[in-house]
């Protein structure tokens, strides 16, 4: 599955792909976004929009520390 349609990905599927990418095949998100030429902004948003924020320091998106 392509990732240029993630504005209209179901959101639990879309975290898992993009999870899977950064964790098998990318350095970081910027990589990630770059290779499959995304909008890093509106990528970040939607999987925020789903309860999720990017961790760098883990290179994957997890819900917010609490």
Do not use: I
């Not at 599955?1 to 350095?27: C, I, Q, W, Y």
């Amino acid at each position: 599955m392509k990732l240029t349609s993630f504005e209209t990905m179901d959101p639990h599927l879309l975290l898992g792909l993009v999870n899977t990418a950064l964790r098998n095949d990318f350095e970081d998100l910027k990589d990630l976004v770059r290779s499959h030429d995304l909008d890093q902004d509106r990528l970040v948003q939607r999987l925020k929009d789903s309860g999720y924020e990017y961790n760098a320091e883990l290179n994957q998106f997890r819900p917010p520390a609490s």
